[in-house]
């Protein structure tokens, strides 16, 4: 029974490939659209030229503008719901000396901003630890780091810390190299890729695992955490806890296992909140927030527990109803309902309007034509 | 029947029971296909038991005289089953495929499956048709699939069940 050449049929026939497939469709349903990903880079490319136009007080300095943070990772989640959406960007400076204080850059920054009539009336008036931030239309905000470059270290930048009126160190190319580092695995075993470009699968973007399983741990924490946001953990904390515990598995799903069943040894381990530092900055613990308010960590433990049973029962879930249930929970109503109606589309209906339906027979599986399964005639559902 | 669903039971003449799974992430049905002199077969879902909606609806289901429910799963008007078509070859694969839809739409009130709806004379229905026709097309649904002669996509040619 089944064919040896891979199509469509193997794919239909196979849980895991068909779990992971929904998976994959739940990630690109809330990742930014590339509307919005086009239109984030254009506003940061924009606000580049201007910092570096004549007349700016960096044009001397070479300004290099870059993203951070989630675009940089490109792991970044849509909001939930009507929530706001913030892009962290770098300007990269030469240090010629003239900026002692911290917030004199931040000033100079925000001045020159306003110099120009159409970012003007963006600029955001509240003074921020290190950013200047420009507000769009639709609750996206650009948030602009000016830092300056550390010559003697590459990579390293000196951004400004309002409070102290010093700098801080910070270098977010390296982390992403660090990330990237981890993400790798060979891309042709990547679940799904042995299918991915069968001619009639309509597949939805594959990435690796380790990036998706960044995503979807960031979008559970919106999720679960949308009454009690003070306690979530940060995006940069969550992302180095996947990167730390990945264990380059090839799939979605074992990933994300992975990385809870690890996490959880860990936690169990350890007597009080974990110490989460930067991957290359060592001195920075992410996880300060855990050593101020040890509530919080207590209640980032208990949803995760419940988060790794629930993705323990995700491989044993039978009924597309219970699934839906399950992933609703974890990552919200809207990406679920997206992701499911995609793959009943792709893997069901497309088919079906081929006329390559077929069945399996013994316990007549829906599948696609092929060496050992049966044709089913067209057929149109009646009744109220 | 027993060369394609070897593990379903004769129950009596005409009645045959066994177990179904539509696709790999669905639940294992039980089935009961009903196949009558001069009536046409049907299935019905046993086990689980089909799950309405708030308002007591399932999409694409009839009642039978003793109220009970069972899926529609094809086209009396367009011939899509004739009595010289094998049940094992039909009425079998369609209802794994109706349920397949079934579980969707209980996953999200969508349903995928495309499909018509009975008249009940000159009001009544018909409205709520267009609208439930033109709810189905706007969810992707497949209204345009229904095949005016039944073919038999077999590569291996019918066969005698």
Redesign the interface.
């Known amino acids: 029974m089944g064919s040896s050449a891979v199509d469509l049929g193997t794919l239909l026939e196979d849980p895991e490939l068909l779990r992971e497939d929904i998976l994959h469709r739940v990630c690109a349903s809330i990742q930014l659209t590339s509307t919005q990903r086009e239109r984030a880079e254009t506003a940061y490319r924009g606000v580049g030229r201007w910092l570096d136009a004549e007349g700016s007080p960096f044009a001397a300095l070479g300004p290099t503008i870059y993203p951070q943070g989630s675009m940089a990772l490109r792991t970044t989640n849509r909001p939930l719901a009507q929530d706001e959406h913030d892009l962290d960007i770098v300007v990269e400076l030469d240090s010629d000396g003239r900026y002692g204080k911290s917030v004199d850059l931040l000033d100079d920054t925000r001045d020159w901003l306003l110099e120009h009539r159409e970012y003007a009336s963006k600029v955001d008036k509240e003074d921020r630890r290190c950013c200047v931030r420009l507000n769009y239309a639709g609750n996206f905000h650009l948030d602009i780091v000016p830092a300056f470059r550390d010559v003697s270290q590459a990579g390293t930048i000196w951004v400004p810390d309002r409070p102290s009126g010093g700098f801080e160190r910070g270098n977010p190319k390296g982390y992403v190299a660090w990330f990237e580092e981890q993400c790798r695995i060979e891309v042709a075993r990547v679940l799904l890729k042995s299918v991915e470009s069968l001619p009639d699968y309509d597949a939805p973007e594959i990435e690796l695992p380790l990036r998706r399983s960044a995503q979807l741990l960031k979008r559970w924490r919106d999720v679960v955490f949308q009454d009690c946001a003070d306690a979530a953990p940060s995006s940069i904390l969550l992302t180095t806890l996947a990167g730390n515990h990945y264990g380059n598995e090839s799939s979605i799903g074992a990933a994300v296992s992975g990385i809870l069943d690890r996490l959880l040894i860990q936690v169990k381990s350890n007597p009080g909140p974990l110490d989460v530092r930067n991957p290359i900055y060592s001195p920075e613990r992410l996880s300060e927030p855990w050593i101020e308010d040890e509530g919080a960590y207590v209640l980032f433990v208990t949803k995760l527990r419940k988060f790794a049973s629930q993705w323990e029962s995700l491989a044993t879930t039978s009924g597309l109803h219970n699934l839906s249930a399950l992933l609703e929970d974890l990552f919200g109503e809207a990406a679920t309902r997206s992701a499911l109606t995609g793959h009943q589309e792709a893997l069901v209906n497309a088919p079906r309007r081929r006329g390559e339906l077929a069945f399996v027979p013994g316990a007549a599986t829906v599948t696609s034509s092929g060496i050992g399964r049966r044709g089913t005639p067209g057929n149109t559902f009646f009744g109220g | 029947m027993k060369?394609?669903?070897?593990?379903f039971i004769h129950k009596s003449w005409g009645v045959w029971e066994g177990?179904?799974?539509?696709?790999?992430?669905?639940?294992?049905y039980r089935i009961r296909v009903v196949y009558r002199l001069k009536q046409p077969p049907r299935a019905y879902v046993l086990k689980p038991a089909l799950v309405p909606d708030a308002d007591g609806?399932i999409?694409?289901?009839?009642r039978d005289r003793f109220g009970r429910l069972y899926?529609?799963?094809?086209?009396?008007r367009?011939h899509?089953?004739m009595d010289s078509?094998p049940i094992a070859?039909?009425i079998?694969?369609?209802?794994?495929?109706?349920l397949?839809?079934y579980?969707?739409w209980?996953?999200?009130g969508?349903w995928?499956?495309?499909?018509?709806?009975?008249q009940v004379g000159r009001r009544g229905?018909r409205g709520g048709r267009r609208r439930r026709r033109r709810q189905e097309r706007r969810?992707?649904?497949?209204a345009?699939?229904?095949?005016s002669s039944?073919?038999?996509?077999?590569?291996?040619g019918l066969?005698s069940s």
């Open positions: 060369k394609l669903f070897p593990r177990e179904i799974l539509p696709g790999p992430l669905c639940e294992w609806n999409p694409h289901t009839y899926p529609c799963l094809y086209l009396p367009k899509e089953w078509m070859e039909t079998v694969p369609w209802t794994a495929l109706w397949i839809y579980e969707h209980r996953a999200t969508d995928l499956g495309g499909g018509e709806h009975p229905i969810s992707g649904s497949l345009d699939v229904s095949t039944p073919s038999l996509v077999t590569p291996n066969a």
